[in-house]
Structure formats: structure tokens, C-alpha cells
């Protein structure tokens, strides 16, 4: 059957391929959705790009680094560590570049919004400024009129009804517009000299604002103000003075059929926006429009400067700029503040901050689902290779277990089957194991020899040494030594030991190799006392040689005072016989 299974090199890069493609399409989109500026996509894209390559790289290092299964062994602490610092690096990769792209949204989106509610109160204070403007030339249209100014000279000096028709003409073709609620002409002292349209007496206010524009000559605006005792009706007045004290010429609006409507109304839908007329009256901001839901009337609401973070700023900042905190009703807003020129005028354009980051949370997420999408893939992927390590180890174990077990056999095997004495002691001196070897010399049954102390086996004559002697055997060459031991039946025999410490299954147990050195005593000593004997045999040969040698001498001796030749020869390294004189005489 064939193996259709993928080679490890093949699964890693599989898995690479597979990982890399979903990163590219997932960070990529949501790079793209939420860095709009080119200048730091490209900063988050090289980012992105250098922390995907860095984390790749220590995953596939600890791929790589976990040997096959065929001859892996249990996979070390520092690869688990190792495994789960590059999770955490890679979580802290894909949350840092998602709360990176939650803060850069954050920030462009609250700009967007400054930005808007700056150009809606532009927009308010360029429309209220247009409107001011347009009443102020209709006005001066009136001034310039010839016919109008010589009528007004004759008003003023109580000239013939003639005069008064004249000017009410000029009046009521403007008021058919309907722009205009009344037009006026008065005298310098507030007298009305001619009016059209609604007729009104002069409140005080008027009056004042009459004489002011007489004496300064210029164009005043007499804001708003209401004109009944209820509250329900509202003016706003245009004052331009006539040349040659001719008079002031008066045009009246209701500011609540086009002026109220033109700075409340908010360009896109909102559920909290509104924009608000406000102007400033000693120490108070005096809120001309009145807040939306709040029930007050024009101009009824008034807000101290110095208990009011908005109005503190709309003085500090002179009416214009952005201001984030908490209104008059102590809701947190962002709010923009523009001054309408030309006039005591103030517009604010805020909105709740709740339905200001409403989309933004939206989005944020959008985001946190997307960065818990990433962890668990990344997760996913961890966990898949920690499986992968697992097995491998797993596999590894069996197989390592398989071989230890084959190993133990064979070492049983050659224990038991050991010519010598084989004892496996553990700390205490109690003897562990024994193989057959050992039952044999010493005559004990398995069961009895291993209830048996080290102690038991030793000759009670050689007991000051053991003490000594099972210490040495925890040195790294062992130990090595003769002694005397015990057999069950009391009887002695010589050995020789072998000791060292093993370490079995992590504990440490003492390794004795006994060899019963009886039979080598016993051929030593045979062997001893043959070299005696051959040593004695020696010794005898080379006397009587020794006196051979001194017969021979004194033979040669007589000879030659006989004078006749000797008749042994001596040879030159022969040692003079006994008796012998270095010069040569023969002692006698």
C-alpha cells in the first residue's frame, strides 16, 4: 500500500504557505480599511511585514528544531518555552498592530469630527452673517433713495401727509417680501415718525439703541429681545441713521420665522446635535436660541462664565475652536465655537460624544473581532504544533520505551547469565537485586538474599571497612578491593569487588561485580610454594658447583708447584674458589 502521507518538510511548509496567505489577506484588508493615509499605511504595511517575518521565523526555527519522531527524544523545557514566546509574540504583534490601527482610526475619526463641527459653525456664521448683511444694504438701498431722504426731511419737520405716503410706499414694497415684520422711521429722540407693517410703541431698549445709532451714525443692530409681557413674541431690530439728521431708519425682523431656524437646523441627521446662538452679557453667556429639550425661551437661559467649562473656554478662546468636555448639562460633547463677525454673536455646533464615538466603537469592534480572529488562528497554529510535537514525542517515547524494554531484556539476559556475582544495593545497603551467580555462592534463595543487608554477606572481621569502602563507590571511577564474605551456611570465601553508583529510573543505587577469588588464592599459593622448592633446589645446585670449582683450583694448584701444566681450565669470570687468596695461594 502506498504512504500517502506528506513528509515533515512538506506539512512545515504547507502550513507556512497557508498561514502567510491568510495574514496577507486579513491584515492587509484590514489595513487598508482602517489607515487611510498613505504615509502611515506604508508605516504599518513595513511594520506588519517586519513582525509577520520575525514571528514566521522562530516558528519555523522551532519547527525545524524538533527532531523526527524516529529519533526524537522528550522535547526539552526550552523548546516548550521557546513555543510559547513566540505565541505571546505573535498575540502581542496582532493586538499591538490592532490597537495601533484602533488608535490612528480613533485619532483620524475624531479629526473628521473636529473638522465637521468646525465647518458646520463656519457655515452657520457665514449664513447669519450673510443674512445680517443682506438687511443692513436693503437698508442703505433706503437711504440713498432721494425721494425717501426728502420725505424724511418733511416727516421730520411735520411736513404734509403727502410726504408720509411717498415713504410708505418705499416701506410696504419691501415688506410684501415678507422678510420684514415693520419698518420705521424715527426721529433722533425715538419719536416714530412713520411706520409700516406692525405698530409697535418703542421699548426702552429700542429707544436707546435709536439715539446711539443717531449719535454715532453708523449701522446698529438691536438684538434680540421680546416684545410682549408673555414672552411670546421676539424682534430683532436694523438701525441706520439718515443723513442730516433726517432720522434713524428702523427695520424690524422676527428672528423666529428665519433667523432661529437658520442657526438651529444641523446639515446632516443627528439624534444630539443642535447649534446654539449665544452671546455674552457681562458675566454670563446668554443662550439666544434656547437649548434644545431644555424648555426654555429665547434668551431666557443664562449660564455664569465662571461656572461653566464651555463658556470659560468660549472666552479664553474668543469664540472660536474646538472644545471636548461637558456642557451646561454636564454631558460630555464635543462642541466647536465660531464667532459671527460683525455682530455679539457666537455659534456652537456640538454633538453628544456618545453618538460622536458611537460609529467609532462600531469599528473598534469590528477591530477587537478581527484581532481575536488572528489570536485564534494564531493560537489554532500553535496548538496544532504543539500537537505535532506531542506526537512526535509521543512516538519517540514508544519507541524509545520499546528499545529500553529490548535493552532490558538483554541486560537480564547477560545479569543473569554473568559467570561473576552481580548485586544491585540501594543507598541503605539493602540488597536490591542479584542474579544467579550470586544465589550460587552464596547459597541463598532470591527471596532471602534480597531481604539481606550488604552487612550479612561480609566476614564480621572485615565489618570496620565497609563503611569506608560503600563510600568509595560514590567516587566517578568506583571503587575496587578484596575482602572476605559469608555464605548462608557460615562458611568464608576470599573475593574481589567491583563498586560504582548507577543511576537507574533517577535513583541511585550501588553496582557490585563479586568475583569469588578462592580458586586464584589457592593456585597462588600452589604456585608460591613451588617457587620455594625451586628456589631451595637453586640454592643447593649452585653450592656444589662451588665446590667443584675449589677442587678443580687447588688440583691446577698442585699441579703447577709440581710443574706440570694445569689440567682444568678456569674460565676468566670464575669467581676464585673459598679460601682462595687475591694473590693467588691457596689457603691450606
Partial sequence: MIDMRLSRPARISLGYLATAVL???????????LVPDRETHFLVQSWKGLGFVTVTALVIYVLMRTPAPAAAAAPDRQGAV??????LLLVALIAGTGTLAYRHQAAAFKQQQHSQQSAIAELKAVQIRRWVDRGRQQAEILRRDPDLLDAARRLATNAAPAAARHVRLHFDALLEAGEWTAIGLYAA???????????????????????EAAEDGDFRLNDVHPVDAAGLAYRIDFLLPLPEAAGVLVLSADPLALLFPMAQSWPIPSDSSEALLLRVEGDDVVFITPPRRSGAR??????PLADTAFASHLVRKKGDGIYEGRDFRGVEVIAAFEAV???PWHIEAKTDTDEVLRPLRRQAGQIFS?????????ALFVVLLWRNRQAAHAASERLAQAERAALALRFEALFQQARDIILLVDPAGRIVEANEAALAAYGYTAEEIRARHVRDLRDPDTLDSLDRQFSAADRPGGVQFETMHRRKDGSLFPV?????????????FRQSFIRD???RRRAEETVRRQLDELRRWYEATLDREGRIGELKAEVNELRQRLGEPPRYGQPQDAAPPAGAHPSGAVRT
Avoid at 25 to 31: A, G, K, P, Q
Avoid at 370 to 378: E, F, K, P, Q
Avoid at 496 to 508: C, F, K, L, P, T
Fill in 298 to 303: 429665547p434668551t431666557e437661559r443664562r449660564v
Fill in 370 to 378: 478581527m484581532v481575536l480572529l488572528a489570536i485564534g488562528i494564531s
Fill in 82 to 87: 521557546l513555543l510559547g514566546l513566540t505565541f
Fill in 23 to 33: 495574514w496577507i489577506l486579513v491584515s492587509d484588508e484590514l489595513t487598508a480599511t
Fill in 517 to 519: 577469588i578462592g580458586e
Fill in 496 to 508: 574481589e569487588i567491583s563498586s560504582r553508583v548507577v543511576e537507574i529510573d533517577g535513583q541511585r
Fill in 341 to 343: 463677525p460683525g455682530t
Fill in 189 to 211: 429722540d425715538g419719536r416714530p415718525l412713520l411706520q409700516a407693517g406692525e405698530a409697535r410703541a418703542p421699548e426702552a431698549a429700542l429707544r436707546q439703541a435709536i439715539a
